[in-house]
């Protein structure tokens, strides 16, 4: 088994000299040795490396095609004591009287089987149509080689028995260059790695165009994408090569090698093959294609390598926040301006009526009261349709309430203040609900409100005397207007929503947006669209404390909830929601992401661990109010909308998710 699903792979370009098979096959094995200390499960060398690619008429000297069989020899024997991965070399090979350009593939001191190149590029610098024979003229299906006989074909795939997510297809060079390259049909018959043996020149622009093929082709076929091509050591006559190394999963570049170094050199990346199945389970058109050719498959057990301790690749802590400023910047404004897009018709739809929306001078209000004003603004119409209402309650601090008037004021809106304390003490009352013991009755607002704040600070909980105040507000706004909805998806994942309450809306453009992202989106705005009064509320709105205000404050008027003292920090929720919907990850695997995502600084193995348990079980606890969610645009990869991404049973268990870790 592969730890986590991690393939340790490696894309080699080693030194080389032309027509020298012996030089190559030690320069090979250098690299090897390189590649096996660093812990590689797959390594893959350039086309033709045991001989050299510019060897022109040679390929039919009789010399050359003995001395490139006797460099494989050298190395299978050498690889046995060395190196137990996957290796993949490039070289001639004589079958049914025709020259074939081949891969060879081995474990060890095992050939598991030879790959002929399928298109011969013969045009321009190229001239592969004089020295070999097309995949497609071989008559033979198997070969023997360095002693060995192994299969030989274009139909084959290599399969871990003992890692059953790594199987390997092959192709070389101009191969991945055509309309449908051959890896292609093997990532449809299963392939998860596929390898490119490549002797690509050099010439301005061809790089990036290089670049593009390795990375679109690794997103087309939804797998891991490992390629290598032939170093300086081959340049000659009118060609240079630069030794491009490339590895790329699922359209995303995961490494790449400096060109034209003059010494060999291995870039070595860890491709995640959950990440693969993943993605091939959940895009069912995949599957769907009905021009699947038949593979033979090669089976072989890949031998347990003793890996470095860190992994290969960067874990984001943040992955919904670009940490790229430019790419930041970027993603808020495409952000904001798809839900004003989305706002916008829907309110064309149903004929652009008045709107209210709760601002309470928190995060998500603000996002999507900002939201809102853009939107009419488009529409050309009159800010003062948009009824903004705060409505402070027993929890509600001097310094949100005067957040929430100071952004109404200076966006224009018809700002209005409505104490709903008054309408939750008469509510209580019809219930005869005791908060926190407290008899309501004979008590008006101020005397509950002081008996309140002078109950201890500790062990204050009391589910209805929040719930009435959600409820409260959201009757208020529903009585008013077409309603504008304000959770983000990190709320609704959690069910940290008061059902019909903060949970229900008539639209929400917040509706798939995580925690972590409002923040940048609201801090996004206030750099680049206020200034003065406006931006500095904006700034201050971003510094405070995240919390429901739904409990009394201490007698100074200060905040005693915090929301992420219940929930866990919102960058370690939004991390865990990252990782257990958009990949599917077990919750080990999350918590060896986290241990790789410098959260050691704030938090210990132990608190990530306890406040993943309390992800999973608020999240499994609340399905229940994420089927009946309100419309709103889906901006990312991750959604839990019932009529999109995320369909589940309200009442399934968390047993098997939160055993055994």
């Known amino acids: 088994m592969l730890p986590h699903n991690f393939l340790r792979v490696a894309a080699a370009s080693p030194e080389l000299r032309v027509a020298d098979c012996s030089f190559n096959a030690e320069r090979t094995l250098a690299l090897l040795r390189d590649a096996d200390a660093a812990g590689c499960d797959l390594v893959v060398f350039p086309e033709l490396g045991l001989s050299g690619y510019t060897c022109h008429d040679l390929f039919h000297q009789p010399v050359l095609l003995i001395a490139a069989e006797a460099a494989l020899d050298t190395l299978l024997v050498a690889a046995g004591h060395c190196f137990h991965g996957v290796t993949v070399v490039g070289l001639t090979v004589l079958v049914d009287g025709m020259v074939f350009n081949c891969a060879a593939v081995f474990t060890g001191s095992r050939l598991l089987g030879v790959v002929p190149k399928t298109y011969l590029p013969n045009y321009k610098e190229f001239y592969d149509g004089r020295y070999f024979h097309p995949a497609a003229h071989a008559r033979s299906n198997s070969i023997t080689l360095a002693g060995q006989t192994v299969p030989f074909g274009t139909d084959l795939l290599f399969r871990a028995e003992n890692a ?35 002797a690509s020149n050099e010439t301005i622009g061809k790089a990036n165009y290089r670049r593009q093929l390795v990375v679109g082709q690794s997103g087309r076929c939804l797998a891991g994408y490992v390629y290598t091509s032939a170093g300086t050591g081959e340049s000659t006559t009118d060609l240079v090569f630069g030794g491009h190394c490339l590895i790329a999963e699922n359209g995303t570049l995961l490494a790449e090698s400096e060109r034209f170094q003059r010494r060999g050199h291995v870039t070595i990346h860890d491709l995640d093959l959950g990440h693969i199945q993943r993605d091939r389970l959940q895009l069912g058109s995949f599957h769907e294609a009905d021009w699947v050719k038949p593979f033979r498959t090669v089976p072989f057990t890949l031998a347990k390598s003793e890996r470095l301790p860190t992994l290969l690749r960067e874990v984001d802590a943040h992955p919904f926040v670009p940490s790229d400023p430019a790419t930041l910047r970027e993603r808020c404004e495409e952000i904001f301006a798809t839900q004003v897009a989305a706002l916008a018709k829907r309110l064309d739809h149903i004929g652009r009526p008045r709107v209210s929306i709760g601002v309470s001078g928190g995060l998500d209000s603000t996002l999507a009261l900002l939201v809102v004003c853009k939107t009419f603004a488009e529409l050309g119409e009159d800010p003062a349709k948009i009824q903004a209402i705060t409505m402070p309650g027993f929890g509600t601090t001097k310094r949100t309430k005067t957040n929430a008037q100071t952004l109404m004021a200076a966006l224009g809106v018809t700002a209005k203040d409505i104490d709903i304390r008054p309408l939750c003490l008469l509510e209580m009352q019809a219930l005869q609900h005791k908060p926190f013991g407290i008899d309501p009755t004979g008590h008006s607002v101020e005397s509950l409100t002081m008996a309140l704040q002078a109950l201890p600070h500790d062990n204050r909980h009391d589910l209805t005397f929040e719930n009435v105040q959600a409820r409260v507000r959201t009757n208020l706004l529903m009585n008013t207007a077409f309603v504008i909805g304000t959770g983000d998806v990190s709320e609704l994942a959690l069910g940290w929503c008061t059902y019909n309450a903060d949970h229900m809306s008539m639209y929400n453009p917040n509706i798939s947006i995580p925690k972590t992202l409002v923040k940048f989106l609201v801090t996004w705005a206030a750099e680049n669209e206020f200034t003065g009064e406006p931006q500095a509320t904006l700034r201050d709105i971003v510094a405070t404390e995240i919390s429901p205000e739904l409990l009394p404050t201490s007698a100074e008027g200060e905040a005693l909830q915090a929301t992420e003292s219940s929930t866990g920090p919102y960058e370690l929720v939004d991390f865990f929601l990252y990782h257990f919907l958009r990949w599917a990850e077990s919750p080990e695997k999350i918590l060896f992401l986290a241990g790789h995502a410098k959260f050691h600084v704030d938090y210990t193995p132990a608190e990530i661990r306890n406040w993943l348990r309390v992800f999973v079980t608020r999240f499994f606890a609340n399905q229940f109010k994420r089927s009946c969610l309100p419309d709103g645009p889906k901006v990312g990869s991750v959604s839990v909308s019932p009529r999109g991404d995320w369909r589940m049973a309200s009442d399934a268990s968390a047993k098997a998710w939160l055993a055994g870790w």
Not at 168 to 195: H, K, N, R, Y
């Open 164 to 198: 059953p997510e790594f199987v390997l297809g092959v192709e070389i060079c101009e191969d991945l260059w055509m309309p449908v390259p051959p890896s292609s049909f093997q990532a449809l018959a299963g392939a998860t790695v596929l390898a490119n043996l490549s």
